[in-house]
């Protein structure tokens, strides 16, 4: 069964940056079977994918995003990461991790969710 | 950018069937998947590839996509189906999520 889990901070402060992690357990990221992506819900609104990252380190980013975020792997530890700079309050909402078997498939895999709040 | 519009609310009786459309360019040459999400928890997929079922999604969902407009439907729908659903696409190798409904069952 794979399951994945995110980490990190619930608050951060605006202007900061803000850094999680997704460890994935069931699954191998170093397989290259599947892609890994992040997305995000603001409270009471809906879902906003923000890339995904290969085995390999490759990426791909929603272009509105892009200049503020960044996607890095580490195979060794099996986890995934994001780190989104400059934060303000519209960066305040529940951050998921999901997988993908390829670009284009389903979200099948999710993790549970980590709520972030920027504020000061 | 490409868009998926959904209507932001749907009410449907216990026992009846509910319908939620998901509206788009060129869907006919995309993709569409449905995912369901309750109340504090995680999307699951409840339709993937315009009409298949994952293993586990009950066979009261089901999907259809046209040209511009893919519905998922719920037959016989149950309390337990009250939730937000949304449809999502990948255009240009990205991620596009519909705007989200839920689904009252009273």
């Known amino acids: 069964q794979v399951q994945l889990q995110e980490s990190g901070p619930g608050l951060v402060k605006p202007s900061l940056t803000l850094s999680l992690t997704c460890t994935v357990s069931?699954?191998?990221?170093?397989?290259?079977?599947?892609?890994w992506s992040w997305i995000r819900q603001p409270p009471q609104k809906g879902l906003e994918w923000i890339g995904y990252?290969?085995?390999?380190?490759?990426?791909y980013y929603n272009p509105p995003l892009k200049s503020r975020f960044t996607l890095s792997v580490d195979t060794s530890k099996n986890h995934f990461s994001l780190k989104v700079n400059s934060v303000t309050a519209a960066d305040t909402a529940v951050y998921f991790c999901?997988?993908?078997?390829?670009?284009?498939?389903?979200?099948?895999?999710w993790g549970q969710g980590l709520l972030v709040t920027v504020s000061s | 950018s490409y868009e998926l519009t959904q209507p932001p609310s749907v009410s449907v009786s216990p026992g009846q069937t509910a319908n939620i459309t998901c509206s788009g360019d060129?869907?006919?040459?995309?993709?569409i998947y449905w995912y369901q999400q309750k109340t504090g928890q995680s999307p699951v997929v409840v339709i993937s590839?315009?009409?298949k079922r994952p293993s586990g999604i009950p066979e009261r969902f089901s999907g259809s996509s046209s040209a511009r407009t893919a519905t998922l439907t719920i037959s016989g729908t149950q309390a337990m189906d009250e939730a937000d659903y949304y449809c999502?696409?990948?255009?240009?190798?990205?991620?596009?999520f519909g705007g989200g409904t839920e689904l009252t069952v009273l």
């Open positions: 999901a997988r993908a078997p390829l670009p284009g498939d389903s979200f099948d895999y």
């Open positions: 069931g699954d191998s990221i170093s397989s290259g079977d599947s892609y």
């Open positions: 990252i290969s085995d390999s380190g490759n990426t």
């Open positions: 060129k869907l006919g040459d995309r993709y």
């Open positions: 590839q315009n009409d």
């Open positions: 999502q696409a990948w255009d240009s190798g990205t991620a596009v």
